[in-house]
């Protein structure tokens, strides 16, 4: 179970990097518009592309530190940097989820909570 844990925490970890360059580098295209909802020339707007790059940058810094965590600690600090990074991305997705769609808290909510169980269990 250790293995599912850490795959399932570095997946989490990947989606927050994939997240981050969709809304940092790629806000126009055409998955951005499937994934967001938007239109091109909303996605185009010089204010929405500056939001989504402050949101990919923070995406970002998410991504990183799961990622780093699993990488770079030892067992006891990685647990609670992993807990704190995941419970980060599961609060977003509740907001997220609240006040955007539903789906938010599917795509990276689920996953995250998942990870934080699995995490409090087995690590």
């Known amino acids: 179970m250790l293995a599912f844990t850490l795959g399932l925490v570095g997946v989490v970890g990947l989606e927050h990097l994939f997240i981050m360059w969709l809304e940092m580098f790629q806000s126009t295209g055409r998955i951005a518009q499937q994934t967001f909802g938007g239109d091109q020339s909303f996605l185009e707007q010089l204010q929405v592309k500056a939001l989504f790059k402050n949101l990919g940058l ?10 780093w965590s699993l990488f770079a600690l030892p067992t006891l600090e990685m ?31 689920l996953p995250a909570l998942l990870a934080v169980l699995c995490v409090l269990l087995f690590v």
């Not at 923070?58 to 990622?67: A, C, E, Q, S, T």
């Open 58 to 67: 923070y995406n970002g810094f998410i991504g990183v530190g799961i990622l």
């Open 79 to 109: 647990r609670a940097v992993l807990i704190l990074f995941m419970g980060f991305v599961v609060l977003a997705a509740i907001v997220g989820a609240v006040t955007i769609s539903r789906r938010i808290f599917v795509v990276q909510g």
